[in-house]
């Protein structure tokens, strides 16, 4: 037990360590993340015992092997269409909500900000599950869309869009949009009005003004927002589930396919290892790229004395 | 540089029913300091923001150099300013925040390095170039925004209280620095305080405000020695105050106990028999032991404290009544007076001034009051307090 330096701790203090008020986070972390985590882990190094009786997974034997088998074609396709979808759908997430949160933080008035935040986040209220169903009555062929579609004259068969990768593509892009558009508020609001007026008075126009201070200001807003984003998209299981059918199938899926189909926990762990680890790297990029912008703008500038 | 005029004819702003600026009509000379000089709410920042061109009038026209700039955006007008908080760049360092007007214009590269060194230097901040706003200090974060500023040769230069976050030393440096710069230059600067001091020390000519209209505008002996009214005379300086009722046939200023008090008449007079208020600075309040000659400008009191403030000693003494009186006199030039003697203040009819009775201004001092002395207001607002018998 240490003291501090300059304070005498009495009582009940004085022999707790000095980091105690952290401890519900600590455990939080610890029993949700790292357990559950250290688990998997383990559980990908193990293997599927021949008698089901012995449970999900034994360790008689550990090895790789999983690995093996996890990152085979099959895995690595569905890999490239997680990306690729979560990564799409992230993009469009951006280029729709920037606009919005941009608007909230700018042009509304104060006093509507809060409601109109809240009536973004009031979907979220219903279950994830019962509004991605909802979808499923919407983009049904036989559905109210496919009908307006068509009586406008922009189809001329029925929607058929159910049940495939652009099924899910909407889907992760309606789900996750509120996701994205907060961080960026929040950010953009937090911009003092001063920096626009100060750089409109040095002679930026609007554009200008909000390419050289408003966006550089909110990179790390938007940063937090669409990483946010394209992590939980790529994980995502429930939108593929519902609106893929059999060839929306993302990796999340696929790890589900293995621990409940397949009964085979110990490569579903492997995959959501690789996945883990896939992703990290990919985070890691592009957080670094976002934030290593500003070096080589300044870079390819040359200083400014 | 070249300086340019700048012309406001009739603007006002409303924000609802509130006249943040009320038909305001002024000019300021090329080359001219002027300051907008006024409490909190009294409409100079509303004034100087739509100068710059980031607030709308909802009527009149502002005219910069002759050429009308109303509908004109801020980066369209030839002005720059200087914020209260200075708004530096957060994402850049003090260099790149210097140059960032200059690459608006395009200016060539190798000029542009030129300029942004030569206005470092006059700020006396070169050295310090590659730092980021969040590791200078109040008054160098404010050099930098005044370099900012500058590095553009504006024709007019706009001021928005940006001494207010400085502590008092180096905020009368920066008065002095400013001003020398100012005269160097020739610019036009106009400057936004609430601090009459700093308005006295640095403005060619200073625009009071209150409640969103001009006061008076004039050069600071002429605000200091010859204020229009009671608001003006409060505003700038120290002031006594003495309310009382003007006799139409004398001109004098009377009090209920029969005391009087004569002086000039402020340019808008008090109408025979209405309510008005006298005043008289301080450095002009002489102390006696003996009853003066004359018989009005004097009455009978008591010190109650001696201040000393350096150069300068300061008498409160209370009359009969309980009003105040404060006196002020170079220390050295005579006997200091002592607390509880009894005296008689006294001064000259042609340093004294009689003024419209202003309620509000009254109000103002009764809050400020130094030792609290003055008799409890209650509901009396009406009534006069006059100084004491004789």
Known sequence: MRLSATVRRTGLRAILPRWYQALPAWCWWLFFFVTPITWVAMASLGMKPIDPSRGAVVFDQLSL????????????????????????????????????????????????????????????????????????????????????????????????????????????????????????????????????????????????????????????????????????????????????????????????????????????????????????????????????????VRLVRGPAL | MKASDVELQGVSRLFG???????????????????????????????????????????????????????????????????????????????????????????????????VRDALDMVRLLPLSQRRPDQLSGGQQQRVALARALVKRPSVLLLDEPLGALDRRLRQQMQVELKLLQNELGLTFVFVTHDQEEALAMSDRIAVMRDGRIEQLGSPTELYDRPINAFAANFIGLQNFFEGRVDGSTGRLEFDSGAAFTGERAAQGVGAGERGLGAVRPENVQISATEPAADTNKSKGRVAAVVMLGDVLEYIVVLASGMEVVSRSPRGRDEPWEKGHEVWVHWMPQNAMIFPFDETVMRERELSSRMGGKPE??????????????
């Open chain 1, 65 to 296: 092997a999983n690995y093996d088998a996890a990152t085979g074609n099959v895995f690595f396709a569905v890999f490239l269409i997680t990306i690729k979808t979560a990564g799409l759908g992230t993009l469009i997430c951006f280029l729709v909500g920037f606009p919005v949160a941009y608007a909230l933080a700018t042009k509304v008035p104060v006093r509507w900000r809060t409601p109109l935040v809240f009536l973004l986040l009031l979907p979220y209220w219903t279950s994830f599950l019962l509004r991605t169903f909802a979808w499923r009555i919407i983009l049904a062929p036989q559905g109210e869309l496919s009908d307006l579609l068509r009586s406008i004259g922009l189809m001329s068969t029925p929607l058929m869009i159910l049940d495939s990768n652009t099924a899910v593509q909407l889907g992760i892009v309606y789900n996750y949009l509120p996701i994205v558009i907060l961080p960026i508020y929040v950010a953009l609001d937090r911009i003092d009005p001063a920096f626009k007026q100060a750089s409109m008075d040095l002679g930026a126009g609007r554009l200008g003004t909000f390419l050289q201070v408003t966006l550089p200001l909110a990179v790390p807003g938007i940063v937090g927002g669409v990483l946010l984003t394209f992590i939980l998209a790529a994980g995502d299981y429930v939108v593929p589930a519902i609106l893929g059918g059999a060839k929306g199938l993302m990796v999340g899926n696929l790890v589900a396919l293995q621990v409940l189909a397949s009964q085979n926990l110990p490569i579903g762990a492997a995959m959501a290892m690789v996945l883990i680890g896939l992703l990290a790297v990919v985070v890691t990029v592009v957080g670094t790229a976002a934030f290593g912008l500003r070096s080589i």
């Open chain 2, 17 to 115: 029913d509130f006249r943040a600026v009320d038909d305001v009509s002024f000019q300021v000379m090329a080359g001219e300091f002027l300051s907008l000089l006024g409490a909190s709410g009294a409409g100079k920042s509303t004034v100087l923001r739509m100068i710059g061109g980031f607030d709308h009038p909802d009527t009149g026209v502002i005219r910069i150099g002759g050429t009308d700039v109303t509908p004109l955006p801020p980066y369209r007008r030839d002005v720059n300013t200087v914020f209260q908080h200075y708004a530096l760049f957060p994402h850049m360092n003090v260099a790149e925040n210097v140059a960032y007007g200059l690459r608006q214009e395009r200016v060539p590269t190798t000029e542009r390095r030129t300029r």
């Open chain 2, 377 to 390: 207001p209650g509901a009396d607002d009406d009534t006069d307090r006059p100084p004491p018998r004789e």
